[in-house]
């Protein structure tokens, strides 16, 4: 009984949700109907559609790109393993994602597609008996499989084709010519390779082929332009490297420039360009310097070498030049015969014997030197010139209106200061700065305008943006009067009928029990305690009636609203 009982009220409660649901839906305006109609119709459309979108298989690429004939091969492949797939326009194929993996691998079994890169799998299956030729043109159309995969896997290339020229070796030097490769690139939409990534394909290629110089390979795109200039020096004998890096030092100077600058006479009002002679030019240099001899006393002796050497001979010996002279006879004589002896001579004979001695003394000593190995740093500036435009500074002319005014000389030499301290001027190197204060062709005119032409004008200058936010204004207007006001309106107007409804069922209720207090009490608004506590003892003592004798609850109920249809009746009627 109990289960039966709570069974009915549920039956009941949704009986009255759903009253009230088309009593509230019959309440609403036909423009409202219709939107929240237009909602749920949404919602049962999305469910739909994800319903039957979970219950179809997801479709990935299996091959793009393929010739006719090559793909004819991959979907008669693919029904034959009843497989699904399905043709886009762009020349996929797509199967289901769950069994992409699988097909590839039957395919690739089964040798499809055919016309993907061959590399060295190419020489896997050589036949017996195949010429010199014909190996050379296989390892040759290897190599170029091999180099195309390898190009192939850059982010922006989707397919690579390579062709390289390699002569036959001759034995004689002067009759050798160096190989040559070409290279067709197909760039995937969108997508473009800078001058590293060119580079970077043409020394992948280089260092793959023997004797192929970088100079020799020729990058194309699938639009035959140009990727590689091969003719890489310009007049000045720089190569790209470093004509960037010459750029760069020029567009940092610039930056000092403008940066230093742009506080004192606006952003829009200084153009300044810097020229900057790099030296890139590898110098090494050796040196070797001797200092002068140090003092005697300091010297350090390295070597020294002395030489003594002493002769004597015999008294009456034969002496002088020989030859026809000395076997003349003697002159007359020019001293005496017997000459004096010497005191304090000594000698067996009484004569000191004739003789002579030689002495020789070499000394080296240690020399300081030097030995300095210099090399110079590569990319120096060697020269800059720096040429500074400054536009007139805003100001009032002679007559007081307002214009452009040049820049006064003080104030020129201040700014021709800055400039050469933002560049690190030298004049030992030959640095040039030229700072000029002109007037702008493009300056705007500082005209005193009436605010309505200002408005105009910025109008015509941002009127997307304007016509985006006076948009958005009107939905959010539109939203709050037409919408969020409606709705709260109704949600009000549901809670004080709710009020209105506790009030009469107070009433009711009070009179039901005899009690007048508690009606009295609900009609004053000075005491609503008191109000609270006599209703919550209403409901409770209508609880216990209903539950005690719900025939006589029905009865009562039954007469309320028989009263109230013989009021609808004749409201004329005074009761």
């Given amino acids: 009984m109990a289960e039966a009982g709570t069974v009915a009220q549920r039956t009941i409660i949704a009986g009255q949700s759903i009253s009230g649901f088309q009593q509230r839906f019959g309440e609403l305006s036909s423009a409202r109907k219709i939107l929240l109609m237009g909602l749920v119709a949404a919602v049962i459309a999305a469910l739909i559609g994800g319903l039957i979108w979970s219950k179809e298989p997801s479709y990935r690429v299996l091959f793009t790109n393929i010739p006719d004939k090559e793909g004819g091969a991959v979907v008669q492949s693919l029904q034959q393993m009843n497989i699904p797939y399905k043709l886009d326009a762009g020349g996929a ?276 030197k030097t030995i300095q190995h210099v090399k110079q740093p590569v990319g120096t500036v060697k020269r800059l010139s720096a040429a500074v435009v400054l536009n007139f500074k805003p100001g009032k002319d002679k007559d007081g209106k307002a214009s452009y005014v040049p820049f006064s000389a003080q104030e020129m030499a201040q700014i021709n200061n800055l400039v050469r301290e933002a560049i690190g001027y030298n004049q030992g190197r030959g640095d040039s700065v030229n700072v000029v204060n002109a007037a702008f062709a493009d300056a705007a005119p500082l005209e005193d305008r009436p605010a309505v032409e200002k408005a105009t004008d910025y109008l015509q200058a941002n009127w997307p943006t304007v016509l985006k936010v006076l948009l958005l204004a009107i939905a959010v207007i539109y939203l709050l009067f037409f919408i969020v006001r409606p709705l709260m309106k109704d949600i009000a107007r549901g809670s004080a009928d709710g009020k209105s409804l506790q009030l009469d069922l107070g009433d009711g209720l009070g009179a039901l029990g005899g009690e007048g207090e508690s009606s009295e009490a609900a009609r004053s608004s000075e005491e609503d305690q008191a109000h609270l506590a006599a209703f919550a003892d209403l409901m409770q003592q209508a609880k216990e009636l209903a539950k005690n004798d719900p025939r006589m609850v029905a009865t009562i109920l039954r007469e309320w609203m028989s009263d109230e249809d013989g009021k609808n009746e004749n409201p004329n009627k005074i009761g």
């Fill in 93 to 368: 194929i797509s199967v289901p994602a769950d069994k992409i993996y699988d097909v590839r691998l039957k395919l690739a079994a089964q040798g499809l597609p055919k016309s993907g890169n061959v590399g060295f799998e190419l020489l896997d299956n050589q036949k017996f008996g195949v010429s010199q030729f014909t190996e050379q043109v296989n390892y040759q159309r290897a190599i170029e499989g091999e180099l195309a995969r390898s190009i192939e896997t850059v982010s922006a290339v989707e397919k690579a084709r390579v062709h390289l020229a390699i002569p036959k070796q001759s034995v004689f030097l002067r009759d050798q010519q160096k190989p040559t490769a070409s290279v067709i690139l197909t760039l995937r939409p969108g997508r473009t390779l800078d001058g590293a990534q060119v580079a970077g394909v043409v020394h992948l290629v280089s260092s793959s082929v023997p004797d192929l110089l970088v100079k020799n390979v020729t990058v194309v795109d699938q639009d035959g332009n140009l990727l590689s200039n091969n003719n890489r020096l310009n007049q000045s004998n720089l190569d790209q490297s470093q004509l960037q890096y010459v750029m760069q030092i020029e567009r940092g100077y610039v930056e000092r420039v403008q940066a230093i600058l742009a506080p004192l006479v606006g952003k829009d009002n200084v153009r300044a360009e810097i020229t900057a002679q790099v030296d890139f030019a590898e110098v090494e240099q050796t040196s070797e310097t001797f200092k002068p001899n140090s003092p005697p006393n300091a010297a350090s002796i390295r070597s020294q070498q002395t030489l003594d050497q002493q002769a004597r001979s015999p008294d009456g010996a034969a002496m002088g030049v020989p030859g026809a002279l000395s076997n003349q006879p003697p002159g007359a004589a020019t001293a005496p015969i017997t000459a004096p002896v010497a005191s304090g001579a000594t000698g067996a004979s009484g004569s000191e014997s004739a003789g002579n001695s030689r002495r020789e003394a070499t000394i080296n000593y240690e020399v300081d």
